[in-house]
């Protein structure tokens, strides 16, 4: 099964910036659609970003727009996620999932592999 690890998340002051990974191993990512999700105490899982397996193609939720930027180097098997101008609504748990499929989708629903998750903390 693939396992996917994240990692990047932390403590930053609003306005700051962090950038988050999310790693595979035993299998190559080339082939998977990613996506990023985040959960709130208390709130549902949301979608925040994905990109399809070429990484031709990138959707973003409307509250991160113009702040967040996915990529991925699948040469080193990892997707990114660069957070930048970051506020205290954005703190959450953030997750990424693989899709098998070449298309994005923003539905957790949608995806069958999870990583554990990393903390995002945006607070001054």
């Known amino acids: 099964q693939l396992q996917l690890v994240e990692s990047g998340g932390g403590l930053v002051q609003p306005g700051g910036s962090l950038r988050l990974s999310c790693a595979a191993s035993?299998?190559?990512?080339?082939?998977?659609?990613i996506g990023w999700f985040r959960q709130a105490p208390g709130k549902e899982r949301e979608g925040v970003s994905c990109?399809?397996?070429?990484?031709?193609?990138?959707n973003y939720a409307d509250s991160v727009k113009g702040r967040f930027t996915i990529s991925r180097d699948n040469a080193k098997n990892t997707v990114y996620l660069q957070m930048n101008s970051l506020k205290p609504e954005d703190t959450a748990v953030y997750y990424c999932a693989a899709r098998t499929t070449y298309y994005c989708s923003l539905n957790p629903l949608d995806f069958g592999s999870w990583g554990q998750g990393t903390q995002v903390t945006v607070s001054s």
């Open positions: 035993r299998f190559t990512l080339d082939y998977y659609a």
């Open positions: 990109i399809n397996s070429s990484g031709g193609s990138r």
